[in-house]
Nanobody, 124 residues
Framework: QVQLVESGGGLVQAGGSLRLSCAAS????????MAWFRQAPEQEREFVAT????????YYADSVKGRFTISRDNAKNTVDLQMNSLKPEDTAVYYC?????????????????WGQGTQVTVSS
């Protein structure tokens, strides 16, 4: 099992930046594919970005491509999401997720472990 704790959320103006971090409790962190999802008010949770176990491959939702960067540090058991050029429509609760399954890493049901979420609010 793995426990995930997100941090780094907050209030930022449009065009600004935030860096989210997710700390994992597992000793086998490097065996998990990791991802970030987000959920805006009254909307379904949606995929943001994912990174493979080694960090060698990443994949992004079209809505954040070129603005967000996912990265991980397997020595520190962390996965980060650098968010630049933020827009009001990026406002949401951001969740960190982990899975050992392979395939369809952009699908919510693939992930077995979730953090509690961190709020990101972008003002216009």
């Amino acid at each position: 099992q793995v426990q995930l704790v997100e941090s780094g959320g907050g209030l930022v103006q449009a065009g600004g930046s935030l860096r989210l971090s997710c700390a994992a409790s597992s000793r086998t962190f490097s065996s998990y594919h990791m991802a970030w999802f987000r959920q805006a008010p009254e909307q379904e949770r949606e995929f943001v970005a994912t990174i493979t176990r080694s960090g060698g491959s990443t994949y992004y939702a079209d809505s954040v491509k070129g603005r967000f960067t996912i990265s991980r540090d397997n020595a520190k058991n962390t996965v980060d999401l650098q968010m630049n050029s933020l827009k009001p429509e990026d406002t949401a609760v951001y969740y960190c997720a982990a899975t050992t399954r392979v395939g369809q890493q952009y699908k919510e049901y693939v992930y077995d472990y979730w953090g509690q979420g961190t709020q990101v609010t972008v003002s216009s």
